[in-house]
């Protein structure tokens, strides 16, 4: 009776970490999208689908090497607002001068 309990419970700490992986995993690709539009607007919308799959791509990349490199077991990443927003500037700029305008 002891050994079904704890399978039992097993099976819900798998079920609550599937759960909890999965709004992590949809909460990333929301944040990558949206960064991804922001930084490939305007002058550079043409290649926002390139930029949506690097977004993905680097996020993907980023969480899974933090989550491996940490000391943490919690721990996970994802693309932040702070660099996104210094990149859609930086490229806004640079796409609309150009390397003649520098």
């Given at each position: 009776?002891?050994?079904?309990?704890?399978?039992?419970?097993?099976?819900?700490?798998?079920?609550?970490?599937?759960?909890?992986?999965?709004?992590?995993t949809v909460v990333m690709l929301a944040y990558?999208?949206?960064?991804?539009?922001?930084?490939?607007?305007?002058?550079?919308?043409?290649?926002?689908?390139?930029?949506?799959?690097?977004?993905?791509?680097?996020?993907?990349?980023?969480?899974?090497?933090?989550?491996?490199?940490?000391?943490?077991?919690?721990?996970?990443?994802?693309?932040?607002?702070?660099?996104?927003?210094?990149?859609?500037?930086?490229?806004?700029?640079?796409?609309?001068?150009?390397?003649?305008?520098?």
């Open positions: 009776m002891t050994y079904s309990h704890k399978v039992t419970l097993q099976f819900g700490k798998i079920f609550k970490d599937c759960i909890a992986g999965s709004l992590c990558a999208i949206s960064f991804a539009t922001l930084i490939f607007a305007g002058h550079l919308s043409s290649s926002i689908s390139l930029g949506i799959w690097a977004a993905l791509i680097g996020s993907c990349v980023a969480m899974l090497a933090l989550s491996f490199m940490s000391s943490f077991r919690f721990a996970l990443g994802g693309p932040d607002s702070n660099p996104s927003a210094i990149m859609a500037i930086s490229c806004g700029f640079d796409s609309e001068r150009g390397l003649g305008g520098l």
